[in-house]
């Protein structure tokens, strides 16, 4: 069978599940989880995993989920992702009304991307013209968010990682792996509909917590020490900093406080802060997450109170794999109009854990149009659920069929010429060497 002919057929299977690919990309809209918390989302995908005769892991991260296709031959594993989790948006209209979490980043369409990429490889039957396997996973945990609690769990044994690919990759579950694949959902503008190549900032994580002294805050507040004032001083001392951080280093330092202290008319005496320090390389971060911990120790020694600052791993700088998103670029030309897609060379500063996945394989994550709004804020909404949910899953898997035809040889090209920054191994040892200190 001809590729041409390979790529129809899966077309039309995911054509065929349209409407139900639809369905459960608002249905998980509507029902969203935060990291390591997203039970519901899984079981969605165990239950199609389950539908298609798929035999699959769970429990990998928490919540992760994966499932392998089988070629006629297994001469290499193209892994297609999507991310199971929410942000923390109680004013999202659909935001959960007790956990405030909301889809305002589009993580519902990569899980709906994801099963529209199960239902076409497999209901079409093309695995068995393939000379690769096919990794389908589900990752929890992409967004950085509520990071004492990831911490207090990651303390307890249950996670060594506060994102989700980190875990997969240090649970093994990607070791045999060769590349990997995601789409994230993007805000359309220009009239361009898919975004790819580009980069990403990297960056780490800090957990900050100043201890003072409670006293009456009217009768005797010279008894106490303000670890709220403290706090203030070293997030106002970080300002102070900005100046020094080069342009060319796009740093972002964005710290938020998590506990104010206990009541109004108390002293406080222990006051919670959170922050990423983030830039373009590492050793860019690295520098000024020495400048934030200077700020923050000053902050704690003008009223003489105690800071703990806890650094930990964030996401490394992402970079896009060239070859395949030229791949994919051909495969999502068949949907939309050259005009309609962009290949960039841009730099975001924001960050996702796909930098990780980069950093040790070929991978690919561009941007897809089909919402409009302010990502994590409450006026995302998906406003067209096609280009959202479906024309992904069609790129995605008719560029599988481009990697794993003809002996895999377009994936064991890739993979021959991608000079990783690190192995599996020496890229845990990096972060174990951050949080030694």
């Given at each position: 069978?001809?590729?041409?002919?390979?790529?129809?057929?899966?077309?039309?299977?995911?054509?065929?599940?349209?409407?139900?690919?639809?369905?459960?990309?608002?249905?998980?809209?509507?029902?969203?989880?935060?990291?390591?918390?997203?039970?519901?989302?899984?079981?969605?995908?165990?239950?199609?995993?389950?539908?298609?005769?798929?035999?699959?892991?769970?429990?990998?991260?928490?919540?992760?989920?994966?499932?392998?296709?089988?070629?006629?031959?297994?001469?290499?594993?193209?892994?297609?992702?999507?991310?199971?989790?929410?942000?923390?948006?109680?004013?999202?209209?659909?935001?959960?009304?007790?956990?405030?979490?909301?889809?305002?980043?589009?993580?519902?369409?990569?899980?709906?991307?994801?099963?529209?990429?199960?239902?076409?490889?497999?209901?079409?039957?093309?695995?068995?013209?393939?000379?690769?396997?096919?990794?389908?996973?589900?990752?929890?945990?992409?967004?950085?968010?509520?990071?004492?609690?990831?911490?207090?769990?990651?303390?307890?044994?249950?996670?060594?990682?506060?994102?989700?690919?980190?875990?997969?990759?240090?649970?093994?579950?990607?070791?045999?792996?060769?590349?990997?694949?995601?789409?994230?959902?993007?805000?359309?503008?220009?009239?361009?509909?898919?975004?790819?190549?580009?980069?990403?900032?990297?960056?780490?994580?800090?957990?900050?917590?100043?201890?003072?002294?409670?006293?009456?805050?009217?009768?005797?507040?010279?008894?106490?020490?303000?670890?709220?004032?403290?706090?203030?001083?070293?997030?106002?001392?970080?300002?102070?900093?900005?100046?020094?951080?080069?342009?060319s280093d796009t740093i972002r330092v964005h710290p938020i406080i998590t506990k104010g202290g206990n009541l109004v008319n108390v002293i406080p005496c222990d006051v919670r802060a959170e922050t990423y320090v983030r830039g373009k390389t590492m050793d860019a971060v690295m520098d000024a997450s020495k400048k934030v911990d200077r700020a923050l120790k000053a902050g704690a020694m003008a009223v003489g109170a105690e800071v703990e600052?806890?650094?930990?791993?964030?996401?490394?700088?992402?970079?896009?794999?060239?070859?395949?998103?030229?791949?994919?670029?051909?495969?999502?030309?068949?949907?939309?109009?050259?005009?309609?897609?962009?290949?960039?060379?841009?730099?975001?500063?924001?960050?996702?854990?796909?930098?990780?996945?980069?950093?040790?394989?070929?991978?690919?994550?561009?941007?897809?149009?089909?919402?409009?709004?302010?990502?994590?804020?409450?006026?995302?909404?998906?406003?067209?659920?096609?280009?959202?949910?479906?024309?992904?899953?069609?790129?995605?898997?008719?560029?599988?069929?481009?990697?794993?035809?003809?002996?895999?040889?377009?994936?064991?090209?890739?993979?021959?010429?991608?000079?990783?920054?690190?192995?599996?191994?020496?890229?845990?040892?990096?972060?174990?060497?951050?949080?030694?200190?």
């Open positions: 069978m001809t590729r041409d002919e390979l790529k129809n057929r899966v077309i039309a299977s995911i054509d065929s599940r349209k409407d139900e690919l639809i369905a459960t990309g608002n249905d998980i809209f509507a029902h969203p989880e935060l990291g390591y918390k997203e039970f519901r989302t899984s079981q969605i995908v165990q239950d199609v995993f389950g539908k298609l005769g798929l035999s699959f892991e769970s429990g990998l991260a928490v919540t992760g989920v994966k499932a392998k296709l089988a070629g006629r031959q297994s001469l290499a594993n193209v892994c297609v992702m999507g991310e199971l989790d929410s942000v923390l948006c109680p004013g999202h209209p659909q935001a959960d009304p007790q956990t405030g979490a909301a889809h305002s980043c589009g993580h519902n369409a990569q899980i709906a991307m994801l099963l529209g990429v199960a239902y076409g490889l497999v209901e079409s039957g093309v695995m068995s013209e393939l000379d690769g396997d096919v990794s389908l996973v589900a990752v929890p945990a992409e967004e950085y968010v509520e990071i004492e609690y990831r911490n207090k769990i990651r303390n307890e044994g249950k996670i060594k990682f506060l994102g989700g690919k980190q875990e997969m990759i240090t649970a093994g579950a990607l070791d045999d792996v060769d590349m990997a694949m995601m789409i994230h959902l993007g805000i359309t503008r220009d009239g361009k509909k898919v975004t790819l190549g580009g980069s990403n900032n990297g960056f780490i994580g800090k957990f900050i917590k100043y201890t003072g002294k409670e006293a009456h805050a009217g009768g005797a507040p010279h008894d106490g020490i303000n670890a709220l004032n403290a706090a203030m001083l070293g997030i106002f001392g970080i300002h102070a900093q900005r100046e020094t951080f080069k342009d600052i806890q650094t930990l791993p964030g996401y490394l700088p992402r970079t896009s794999d060239v070859a395949m998103d030229e791949l994919f670029r051909g495969n999502v030309s068949r949907f939309l109009t050259s005009d309609e897609i962009k290949v960039s060379n841009e730099h975001s500063t924001g960050s996702t854990d796909m930098g990780d996945i980069s950093a040790i394989m070929p991978a690919i994550h561009p941007h897809i149009g089909g919402a409009e709004g302010i990502g994590h804020s409450e006026n995302y909404q998906i406003t067209d659920p096609e280009l959202a949910y479906i024309t992904g899953a069609k790129a995605m898997a008719l560029t599988v069929i481009d990697l794993l035809h003809d002996g895999a040889a377009r994936t064991l090209e890739i993979k021959r010429s991608f000079k990783p920054l690190y192995t599996k191994e020496s890229y845990l040892k990096m972060w174990e060497d951050l949080l030694r200190g």
